[in-house]
Nanobody, 121 residues
Framework: QVQLVESGGGLVQAGGSLSLSCTTSTKIFGFGTMSWYRQAPGKSRELVGS???????NYVDSVKGRFTISRDNAKDTLYLQMNSLKPDDTGVYYC???????????????WGQGTQVTVSS
């Protein structure tokens, strides 16, 4: 099992920025698709954006132009840069990997524990 660990959440005023990071507990030699999800209070978890290995990131319409997903392969870290934050962006943000290649094999469906993002109006 691979542990994904998110960090960087916090409280920010509307219009502000936050940068989230997602690291892995072991060295990763490849991945399928890595994604950021979020879950607002009382709502189901929704996809924010995803990045397929070697491809561009895709985003849900509500964050296009404001959020950017990137990855530093040397650091095995996935990032989510969030600008122009709105109160509707409040929620717990989760990192997900559908498939990871580790030195002991392939690991499917890995989730982080989540990091809270709160945007005040």
């Amino acid at each position: 099992q691979v542990q994904l660990v998110e960090s960087g959440g916090g409280l920010v005023q509307a219009g502000g920025s936050l940068s989230l990071s997602c690291t892995t507990s072991t060295k990763i030699f490849g991945f399928g698709t890595m994604s950021w999800y979020r879950q607002a209070p009382g709502k189901s978890r929704e996809l924010v954006g995803s990045m397929r290995r070697g491809g561009p990131a895709n985003y849900v319409d509500s964050v296009k132009g404001r959020f950017t997903i990137s990855r530093d392969n040397a650091k095995d870290t996935l990032y989510l840069q969030m600008n122009s934050l709105k109160p509707d962006d409040t929620g717990v943000y989760y990192c997900h990997a559908d498939r990871l290649l580790t030195n002991w094999g392939i690991v499917d469906d890995s989730w982080g524990q989540g990091t809270q993002v709160t945007v005040s109006s």
